[in-house]
């Protein structure tokens, strides 16, 4: 059975990106893609993903305060937070509270699959 | 030299590493050589700035505000021509060119998205080579005639002044002659900052 994900970006272009990298890998379903910290929160309350890829940067709850909403009702959440290049501070913060891994934009596909595998314990 | 004499060679410093690190992420996101050359930087008279702009006659662009929010606030824009958007999101999304001929939300996702990873590549110098800590907003994504996007840019961040300080730069994608243009302007009281950092160094 496919692990289920959800990917949480304002820009869709990334959202897409992360999608295509995870269809093609196979063994991953995107069950939901959100737009802001706070659909994903109530995404991930509605549908218990096995996984969150989360943007740090976003309109309206930013992935940080998400993040922090997410780990307070589920601390076993996976959440992998993805980060364009100078979010050192937000990144670390994100470590601390218990973020599972990161990817840097622009990023590689062989990143994504190796964080979302190592986060998942499929990586061989 | 005098102090914004000064000021002036510190923000072409800046401007050249944040250029050359920009240069780096986006060669990296679109998987083709981009190169981008400093073209200018000037206290230019406001008018006389979107004058210019306009008489470039670029037609219409696609481009993305990012405040750069922090010890030094600074408005950035960067925006391609239209046309050329389309192909920057075949680049990126890694499809043959020619795929994509319409604007759609992933056309324009693409330049919210470049417009992000340059920015924050401008912030990593700050923090990295300067110690000066800053953070890009989420970008606003416009699609309108040149004149009109580097225009409502200009305004919102210089309502109260004459004149500005402006970085401009221009980049080229090598071999698909993608011209992008990119600006980082100075606002509050980033000029005066800079030059304390200037006297005290």
Do not use: W
Not at chain 1, 25 to 39: H, K, Q
Not at chain 1, 104 to 122: H, T
Not at chain 2, 53 to 63: A, K, L, P, Q, R
Not at chain 2, 183 to 192: I, R, V
């Amino acid at each position: 059975m496919p692990k289920r994900i959800i990917t949480v970006d304002d820009a869709p272009i990334i959202r897409l990106m992360i999608k295509d990298v995870l269809t093609e890998c196979g063994g991953y379903d995107v069950i939901a893609e959100c737009s802001n910290g706070r659909e994903a929160v109530e995404k991930y309350k509605e549908l218990k993903p096995d996984l969150l890829t989360m943007d740090i940067v976003m309109p309206e709850m930013d992935g940080i305060q998400a993040l922090e909403e997410i780990l307070k009702y589920d601390p076993a959440a996976k959440v992998v937070m993805v980060t364009a290049i100078d979010q050192r501070d937000a990144l670390m913060k994100a470590i601390r509270l218990g973020a599972t891994d990161y990817i840097v934009k622009p990023f590689e596909a062989d990143r994504v699959m190796s964080a979302v595998q190592k986060a998942l314990g499929d990586l061989k | 030299m005098d102090e914004s004499q000064q000021v002036q060679r510190a923000l072409q410093l800046i401007a050249n590493l944040s250029i050359d690190k920009a240069s780096q992420v986006l060669s990296k996101s679109i998987k083709v050589g981009a190169k981008i050359e400093l073209e200018n930087v000037y206290v230019a008279d406001i008018s006389k700035a979107t004058e210019a702009i306009m008489v470039s006659d670029e037609g219409d662009v696609v481009g993305a505000y990012v405040d750069l929010v922090g010890d030094m606030p600074f408005k950035f824009l960067f925006y391609v021509a239209a046309e050329d958007s389309l192909t920057l999101t075949d680049l990126m999304l890694r499809k043959e060119l020619g795929t994509t001929k319409k604007f759609d939300i992933y056309v324009t996702s693409t330049v919210q998205e470049l417009g992000n990873i340059l920015a924050s590549a401008v912030t990593n110098v700050f923090a990295s080579d300067f110690q000066i800590k800053m953070r890009p907003s989420p970008p606003k994504v416009v699609h309108d005639y040149a004149s009109t996007v580097f225009g409502e840019y200009i305004m919102e961040a210089a309502a109260d002044l004459n004149e500005i300080l402006m970085i401009e730069s221009q980049f080229r994608v090598v071999r698909m002659n993608i011209k992008c243009r990119m600006f980082l302007l100075p606002t509050g009281d980033t000029q005066k900052t800079l030059a304390s950092i200037v006297a005290a160094a």
